[in-house]
């Protein structure tokens, strides 16, 4: 019932910055937390950031300080600052309905490719 499509990947330098965009379409209102994943090459998916219905984030000790994360009605974003090469990973769009039982989130985007150069 939901649909997620990411995009603003691509290919940045150390030090640059990046903004990742998620659309979200179909039962929009059903929708609870949303949060981004990355999954680097030979790695599991590990959360990057997550934002709550009412707006509370949390973020990877990895990215604080440098990664924002956002959302409106139908869309989610995420601000990424002093990139690193170790960030170079392909970055998913994720949300959680709000009438599931169960832990995890139930809706994943495609993903966005973003590569970091050193």
């Known amino acids: 019932q939901v649909q997620l499509v990411e995009s603003g990947g691509g290919l940045v330098e150390a030090g640059g910055s990046l903004r990742l965009s998620c659309a979200a379409s179909?039962?929009?209102?059903?929708?609870?937390?949303m949060g981004w994943y990355r999954q680097a090459p030979g790695k599991p998916r590990e959360l990057v950031a997550g934002?709550?219905?009412?707006?509370i984030t949390n973020y990877a000790d990895s990215v604080k300080g440098r990664f924002i994360i956002s959302r409106a009605v139908a869309k989610m974003y995420l601000q990424m600052n002093s990139l690193k090469p170790e960030g170079t990973a392909v970055y998913y769009c994720a949300a959680d309905s709000r009438t599931s039982m169960t832990p995890g989130y139930d809706y994943w985007g495609q993903g966005t490719q973003v590569t970091v150069s050193s």
């Open positions: 179909g039962s929009i209102f059903s929708i609870d937390a």
């Open positions: 934002i709550t219905r009412g707006g």
